[in-house]
């Protein structure tokens, strides 16, 4: 099925230092979604956007939905220990895609205190 | 408010099998969607119900069904299992607009021998 295209794949930062992902995508997107996932676990919202050129933070987080509805991106400024863990892009088309997310591969960060 | 709540967390079947996984939405939420998360394949739409309907289907065979009971509570149905199917199974609810936000559950680690 159809994936947005996530990167980058994976990150090993130090603790401190500001991390950046983005997602691009060939169709439009309603919303953009960030979501972060523990092993094990479920998808965690982070950020919701959903107009084009928005931008939106969420503490040490900031993301923005593109203006051409095509991509967004996630800064998280200052990482720390518990960011660790697999960050999803998804895309909400509208209409009659009801309900259907569409993800990105996910980024895998790792941060080194 | 309570959470997206999932049963069972983990499941061991054999091919052939067929098993049956539950969700209970946020309470308020009339949208469920279902995902298979696999580390090939990523994470994959499955279906959507709304009010006892479903809306949307992915691109999955058959043996993968789904049903929403009046007071929105969902469940999917795998029959014949195949090792394939091994997976984590996630629902997600929302209150079922275009937008609509999505919260998932902690999923269902479906293994098949």
């Known amino acids: 099925g159809q994936q947005l295209n996530q990167s980058p794949q994976s990150m090993f930062i130090q603790e401190g230092e500001d991390v950046s992902m983005n997602c691009t995508s060939s169709s439009i997107f309603n919303t953009w979604l960030w979501y972060k996932q523990d092993p094990g676990e479920g998808p965690v919202l982070l950020i919701a956007?959903?107009?084009?050129?928005e931008l939106t933070s969420n503490g040490r987080l900031t993301a923005q939905f593109g203006i051409t509805r095509k991509d967004s991106f996630l800064n998280i400024s200052a990482s720390i220990p518990s960011d660790v863990g697999i960050y999803f892009c998804?895309?909400?088309?509208?209409?009659?895609?009801?309900?259907?997310?569409?993800f990105g591969q996910g980024t895998i960060l790792t941060v080194h205190p | 408010k309570a959470g997206v709540t999932q049963t069972p967390r983990y499941l061991i079947k054999t091919r052939g099998q067929q098993v049956t996984l539950s969700c209970s939405p946020i309470s308020g939420h009339r949208s469920v969607s279902w995902y298979q998360q696999t580390p090939g394949q990523g994470l994959q739409f499955l279906f959507e119900?709304?009010?006892?309907?479903?809306?949307n289907k992915g691109n999955f065979p058959g043996r993968f069904s789904g049903r929403q009971f009046s007071n929105s509570r969902s469940e999917m149905n795998v029959s014949t299992l195949e090792l394939g199917d091994s997976a984590l199974y996630l629902c997600a609810s929302s209150w079922g607009t275009s937008r609509g936000v999505q919260y998932f559950g902690p999923g269902t680690r479906l293994t098949v021998l």
């Open positions: 956007l959903y107009k084009a050129g």
């Open positions: 998804a895309g909400l088309a509208g209409g009659t895609s009801y309900g259907k997310l569409t």
């Open positions: 119900y709304f009010s006892e309907t479903q809306r």
